[in-house]
């Protein structure tokens, strides 16, 4: 099943027979070994296929595949570098301190910059992936997109105190429930599920653009942060109804990228492709987190 997510746009995670093509499939176990001639064993080498015999068949690590384990850790070392790029965009964006309320200026650029260069650095860890897994991208992406995490952060926490530990404990209680859910067998992606899913995302995007546009335009007033967002619908902010729904779609984004990992373990896929599988994590990570960000910005700047 193809994943929304573009970094698991790839056979590794998607195709049952790229076992046959990976180094350490299912070819590479020692199955179908047969011994030399009894006539031409020495004592030597009968105990040394004897020995070979008996040891427990390699793993997955050991043929240099991919494991969810290794998936796991090398998903950690990314958001570790996430959390270090983040410490230091919210510092520089703070004017040189880490207290908001000390700020006597807010330092816009990081952002900016930031969000530009992960987003050319997204692209090319996407595209470059099918040929060659670079996990140097992928840190360097993990950096700057902390960058950004960290300076939009640090603006929402000037105007919102105590925002960003809000929506980092609803961020990791999603990401939490999720896995749970998804490692109890209680939630699975389906076909008809993920039609759904990519439509919803294709609306969402639209939405968002034409948003974008309209805010580069002036067309709203200055109180309306975040544009058709800020928009009332019976009362109720249409940026709080519609990011119920978006949290919705990441949860299930994530639910993708769970599946599309232990699609490529069960491939064969080499080890190589864990480092996609922490970045596709992280991106949908990411994107959680922010959407949630705005979320309860629009509800408390509507209180």
């Given amino acids: 099943m193809a994943s929304s997510n573009p970094a698991f746009n790839n056979p590794a995670f998607q195709d049952p027979r790229a076992v046959k093509s990976y180094p350490g499939g299912s070819n590479a176990a020692g199955i179908g070994l047969t011994p030399p001639p009894a006539s031409t064993v020495t004592p ?74 992960g987003f050319v650095l997204s692209l090319v860890v996407i595209f470059t992936s099918r040929k060659k897994v670079r996990p140097a991208l992928i840190f360097a992406y993990a950096a ?64 968002s653009l034409l948003n974008v546009v309209l805010m580069l335009f002036g067309v709203f007033p200055a109180g309306q942060m975040f544009g058709l967002r800020s928009q009332l619908i019976f009362g109720v902010p249409l940026g709080l109804i519609l990011g119920v729904f978006v949290v919705i779609l990441a949860a299930y984004s994530l639910v993708l990228d769970f599946d599309s990992i232990q699609q490529g373990v069960r491939n064969g896929a080499p080890r190589q492709f864990a480092w996609m599988g922490g970045f596709g994590i992280m991106v949908t990570v990411v994107w959680l987190y922010l959407e949630i960000l705005r979320m309860i910005a629009i509800l408390r700047g509507n209180n």
């Fill in 144 to 207: 700057f997109e902390g960058i950004f995490v960290g300076s939009i952060s640090a603006f929402f926490e000037v105007q919102w105190a105590g925002i960003v530990i809000q929506a980092t404990l609803a961020t990791v209680a999603v990401v939490g429930v999720t896995l749970a859910l998804f490692a109890s067998g209680k939630i699975r992606a389906s076909k008809r599920a993920t039609k759904i899913f990519l439509i919803a995302m294709v609306g969402y995007l639209v939405f």
């Fill in 44 to 117: 030597g080498q009968q105990a040394g296929l004897e020995g070979a015999f008996a040891a427990p068949p390699a793993g997955a690590a050991d043929t240099g595949r991919m494991t969810v384990e290794d998936t796991v850790h090398k998903t950690a070392a990314l958001f570790a570098v996430l959390l270090i790029g983040a410490v230091a965009g919210w510092f520089v964006t703070l004017g040189g301190t880490l207290l908001p309320r000390e700020a006597t200026t807010l330092v816009v650029a990081p952002m900016i910059i930031s969000a530009l260069v």
